[in-house]
C-alpha cells in the first residue's frame, strides 16, 4: 500500500513549482499594494509638509477645523493666527489644511 502511494505522488506535478509560484504571487501583490496604497501617500505626506514649511506670515489659510484666518506669527511647531481683529490664536503646524483664496467682498 505505501509503493502505490508513494507511485501515485511520483506521477504527480513537481512539488518544488508549486512553492515557487506561490512565493512569485505573494511578491507580486506586495509590489501591487506598494505601488497603489503607499507609494501615492507617501507622495501626497510630502507634498503636504512642503505646502506648510512654504508657510510665511500674512498668508490666509484655513485650518482643519474650519476657521479661516492670517497668520501673524510663524513658530517652530505652530502658527500664531488672526482670526478676527486682535483675536489671536496659536495652532499647530499640521492643524493647516489649506490656503484661503478667496475674496472677501467688502460693502
Request: proline share 3%; hydrophobic share 45%.
Amino acid at each position: 500500500m505505501l509503493n502505490t502511494i508513494l507511485l501515485q505522488a511520483a506521477d504527480g506535478a513537481p512539488a518544488g513549482g508549486a512553492g515557487w509560484s506561490s512565493m512569485i504571487m505573494i511578491i507580486a501583490l506586495i509590489a501591487i499594494f506598494y505601488f497603489f496604497m503607499i507609494a501615492p501617500q507617501k507622495k501626497r505626506e510630502k507634498k503636504i509638509n512642503e505646502f506648510r514649511n512654504n508657510l510665511k506670515n500674512g498668508d490666509k489659510v484655513v485650518t482643519i477645523g474650519g476657521i479661516y484666518g492670517r497668520i501673524r506669527e510663524v513658530k517652530d511647531n505652530a502658527f500664531i493666527l488672526e482670526i478676527a481683529d486682535g483675536v489671536r490664536i496659536k495652532v499647530d503646524k499640521s492643524a493647516i489644511s489649506m490656503q484661503d483664496n478667496s475674496e472677501v467682498p467688502t460693502k
